[in-house]
């Protein structure tokens, strides 16, 4: 895939998934200007930052780095498209959003605390 090619596929993605570009780069833990930079193609995000990017959006590092005509040839009959789950995201407040990607970009560990934190606020049990 072209840098052109995944500069704008990270930019539909984001808008596909309601996010404001202020949003992801906070996820990343990066300023705005570094996350506009991988979306114009003025930078490549790294690798480990690709990964992040795949989990925010829901969709494999593949799916990400291979344009849509690549990816098709890989996706899963059963799978219609692999951008059918980003209807249910637009439902969400902003502040919803940024908890899903920053659940989405945690680790399993992490995600674990993140549940079991939410169930001692809310007083749920496990």
Known sequence: MTNKKLCDKLRTLRENNGFKQMEIAKIL???RSTYTYYETGKTT???SVLK???KI???SLMELL???SEAGQ???SSRSDSFDHIKYIYDLSADERLLVGIFRSAT???QEEILQSANDICGLKK
């Open 52 to 54: 992040l990017l795949a």
């Open 108 to 110: 399993p560990e992490e």
């Open 74 to 76: 890989l996706r899963d």
């Open 45 to 47: 995000p790294s690798i």
């Open 57 to 59: 959006y829901n969709v």
């Open 66 to 68: 291979m344009d849509e």
């Open 29 to 31: 833990n990066c300023s």
